[in-house]
């Protein structure tokens, strides 16, 4: 059993490559694609572009391991009953169902592998990817350029002397209504950042002054952060069990909950289709793959989405359903005969 298992994954392993490298490059070329697309409301370097694929890399790995699985596995079986090697196999008293079995262990890892993205990763990423494009759009909003007034910077009135790099150099720093007072703030030195979906000025080195009713008070500072509250956003980085946690409530993150865990359980779900449509006997019966597998993952996905956009959680029941369906077609393709 372990010779034939061994077999089949040295068989298996390569059709995988030869479907995962041309699936893979065309997923990330659209979602590169899209990426490209936001430069034309902020600026983005190559670094923080491939910072973005990185936070979408997840996404394009659980839409495209499960459809290289189940194409590769088909195509591996279609081979081999082509070469003849199966029906050598079933001859030496190895069943169908064996075969099964070994695929079986596969998807199951995979399936674990596609749900730990799908539950784990891809709310991390997603909501890292958002506030990231929320911070670079704050950012585009500050705009400043040295030596001009009229700047602002959430409610006050903001003056710098001079840019280099990501430091702001003499800064000035104006609010005539704070705590009923004149607030004025002056810095060597000032830094950006985004902090929970906060644009933060954090200033170095100066004097903050307050006037009011002919009192005037100064103290000086290290360090000094001042928040843009205008840049709050509608979000908040949450884990993912909190993440999911509002399915419970929430329509849209029932159904992505649900069409996540229909798509990483795919692998599992279309074990004996796997057999019904890659298993035959080269003389006897002439049927291509290709379709049948497009048409396989095309009905799964069709349907899993229909169903979970409006039944949500009940559409799991396409599960069994589908994995039964399998099995009567194993049944009466494959199992009768072999």
């Known amino acids: 059993m372990q010779i034939i298992s061994k077999y089949l994954h040295t068989h298996l392993f390569s059709s995988l490559i030869n479907f995962f490298i041309?699936?893979?490059?065309i997923a990330s070329l659209i979602f590169f694609i899209k990426m490209v697309s936001l430069t034309s409301v902020i600026q983005l370097s190559f670094f923080e572009l491939m910072q973005l694929y990185i936070f979408i890399l997840p996404q394009i790995l659980f839409f495209t391991l499960p459809v290289?699985?189940?194409?590769?596995?088909?195509?591996?079986?279609?081979?081999?009953?082509?070469?003849?090697e199966l029906v050598a196999l079933f001859s030496l008293g190895i069943s169908p169902h064996k075969i099964i079995f070994i695929l079986a262990k596969l998807a199951a890892v995979l399936s674990i592998l596609l749900l730990f993205f799908s539950l784990i990763l891809t709310p991390q990423a997603k909501q890292l990817y958002k506030g990231f494009i929320v911070y670079k759009r704050a950012q585009a909003k500050f705009n400043i350029k040295p030596s001009e007034?009229?700047?602002?910077?959430?409610?006050?009135y903001l003056f710098i002397n001079g840019k280099k790099n990501e430091y702001y150099y003499d800064i000035s720093l104006y609010n005539y209504h704070l705590q009923n007072q004149e607030n004025f703030i002056?810095?060597?030195k000032a830094q950006l950042s985004n902090e929970k979906?906060?644009?933060a000025l954090t200033l170095f080195d100066g004097h903050a002054y307050t006037y009011k009713e002919k009192s005037l008070k100064e103290i000086a500072f290290e360090k000094m952060k001042i928040y843009d509250t205008g840049s709050q956003t509608l979000f908040s980085y949450t884990n993912p069990l909190a993440y999911w946690k509002i399915a419970a409530k929430s329509k849209k993150r029932a159904f992505d909950l649900t069409l996540f865990i229909l798509f990483s359980l795919f692998p599992l779900a279309t074990l004996y289709f796997l057999a019904a449509i890659g298993i035959s006997n080269p003389r006897y019966e002439k049927r291509g793959v290709f379709l049948p597998t497009l048409l396989l993952v095309a009905l799964y996905f069709g349907i899993s989405f229909a169903l979970a956009k409006s039944l949500t959680f009940v559409a799991l029941a396409v599960i069994p359903i589908w994995l039964f369906t399998g099995y009567m077609l194993y049944?009466?393709?494959v199992a009768k005969r072999y």
């Open 68 to 84: 290289v699985f189940v194409a590769a596995a088909i195509a591996m079986l279609s081979r081999l009953s082509f070469e003849y």
């Open 22 to 25: 041309p699936l893979f490059g």
């Open 331 to 333: 049944k009466k393709l």
């Open 186 to 188: 002056t810095a060597k």
């Open 197 to 199: 979906g906060h644009l």
């Open 149 to 156: 007034f009229g700047h602002k910077f959430g409610d006050w």
